[in-house]
C-alpha cells in the first residue's frame, strides 16, 4: 500500500486504493457454503467475541463459515488484546476495513480512514484518528500481523444456496464508502440504486456506518430478476439500539437461524437475519474503562453509546421487506 499524507481533516478522506468499482465485485471469484456469518464492527470487544464463539460452535448446519467483514479491530489497543483479537479472526474469513487498512500502511498515515460525511462532528472525526494513533503503537509492534491484515481483501463473494452473496465494509464502490447507509437505503438514489444492481448480487452484506438497516429492493427499481436484500449489521461489538446492550450480527443460509433473531426475510430459499450478540455488558464496560478512562478519546467519543446504546430503535432499522 502506499503512504498517503495526513492532516487535521485525515478522518474524512478516501483514500484512493479504497475504490473499486460495483461491476469488479461481479466479476470476483466466488465461495460456496450453506451457511454464513458476517461480524462487521466487532471493534476489538473481546466479550463480544466470546459470544460470537459460543454461537458458532451452536450452530447446528455443518461446516459455517464466518468473515469478519472490517473494523474488528479499535478498542484493544493493548498488546494482549490487540494479538488475541487478530490472532482469533484470522483464523476465519477476512476483509479489510478502514481500520485494518490503516494500521497496516507503512508508514502509518494518521487518520482512520473512515470517509466521515459532513454530518458527523467534526469532535467525532478528531476523536477517531487519536484513538487509531493509540491502537497503532500496538500494532507497530507486530509487523509480520500488519503484514497479515496487508494481504487480506476488501471484498468478499459467496454462493450460498440459490443466491449470490456480495460482502463489502462499506458499499459498492469504496471500502469505506456510505451510501449503504439507513438514511441512504430508506429512500436509494438512482446511483446507489445502479451501484446495487451492478454488483449482481442477490445479497448485499455491509457494516462501516455503525448504523443497522435491511431492507429490500425491488426487481421493479433495480431492474433484477428478483428483489435484491442490503443488510448492514451496524457493529457487531457495540450497542444497536436505545437501551438495548448488545452487538449485531448477519446470518445468511439454506435453514433459518437456530439462534434468536431479531428481523429477517427469505428470497426464494435463501434466509437472511439479524442476530442479536449478547455479551457481558458489565464486563465489557468494567474493560473498556480499563482501557479508557474518562478524558481519553474512546471514553468522550463512544461511553455514552456503549453504556446506553444509541437513539435507534429495532423498529427503525427493520426496512421493507423484512419482518
Sequence with gaps: MNSISSDNNSGRTCPLDYRYKPQDLAAASIDTTDTLYIVGGLYGNPLAL?????????????????????????FNHTDQYFLSINEYALQHDCLRGNVETELARRPFAGGCGCGYPDTVADSVVNWSNLIIATLNASASEHPQLQARLEALPITKRYQVGNAKVQVVHGDCQSLAGWSLARENLIDPQTNTIADISACNADIIACTHTCEPIATTLSSAITGATQDIAVINNGAAGMPNFSHEPFGLITRIGITPSP????????????????????????????????????????HESYFQRLSEGPKTTVADSRGTGFT
Excluded at 292 to 297: L, Q, R
Design 50 to 74: 466470546k459470544a460470537l464463539d459460543q454461537l458458532l460452535t451452536t450452530e447446528l448446519t455443518e461446516n459455517p463459515r464466518c468473515i469478519f467483514n472490517g473494523d474488528f479491530n479499535w
Design 259 to 298: 439462534h434468536e433473531t431479531l428481523y429477517g426475510t427469505k428470497l426464494d430459499s435463501v434466509y437472511v437475519e439479524a442476530l442479536p450478540l449478547r455479551y457481558d455488558q458489565k464486563a465489557f464496560l468494567d474493560w473498556f474503562l480499563a482501557l479508557w478512562p474518562a478524558g481519553t478519546a474512546a
